[in-house]
Each structure stands twice: as structure tokens, then as C-alpha cells.
């Protein structure tokens, strides 16, 4: 492989990463906020205590996960393709 290719491949990588990042945060900010909503107390006249949809919360981290794992691949090659492409390394904090 080439610069040029690694080149090319780093910066179709990195554009992949930042997509699935934004997905991953916004499905767990969507379970976050039925979280947030079950765990808000109700006004007196509305009951002791709101429902939580726990399907929802799961199946929102389940695929949240599943896109985690796509984004690990791509950091993965990313990595790889960084010092021939004379580009950063991208990391998770």
C-alpha cells in the first residue's frame, strides 16, 4: 500500500468513526433520558412514581453496543493506517 492509498483509506476511516460516534451518543443519550423520565418524581395527583420501559433502555444499549464494536474495528485500522498515512492516532478517553 502506498501513501496516497493509506492516505486515503485513514481520512474514509476516521470520517466512518465520527458517524458511528454520533449514533452511539445518541442512542445512549435517548436511554439516558428514559432513565431520566423514570426517575423524575410525578406531581402528587399523577401517583407515587413514573414507569420505566426497560425494553427500550435495553434494546437502546444493546445496539449502542453492537455500534461500539463497529467503531473498536475501525480505531482498530485506523491505528494501523495512522503512522503510514503520517496522520494521529485516534483513541476513546
Known amino acids: ?28 443519550s435517548r436511554a439516558a433520558s428514559v432513565l431520566k423520565y423514570a426517575s423524575d418524581q410525578p406531581l402528587p395527583s399523577q401517583g407515587i412514581a413514573k414507569r420505566c420501559n426497560f425494553n427500550a433502555v435495553q ?20 491505528a494501523g493506517l495512522a503512522p503510514i498515512a503520517n496522520e494521529p492516532v485516534l483513541e476513546l478517553v
Open 1 to 28: 500500500m502506498n501513501n496516497y492509498e493509506a492516505i486515503g483509506r485513514y481520512h474514509v476511516a476516521v470520517k466512518e468513526a465520527r458517524e458511528l460516534i454520533s449514533k452511539r451518543n445518541n442512542l445512549l
Open 59 to 78: 434494546a437502546l444499549l444493546a445496539e449502542a453496543q453492537e455500534i461500539d464494536c463497529e467503531l473498536m474495528k475501525v480505531l482498530e485500522e485506523i
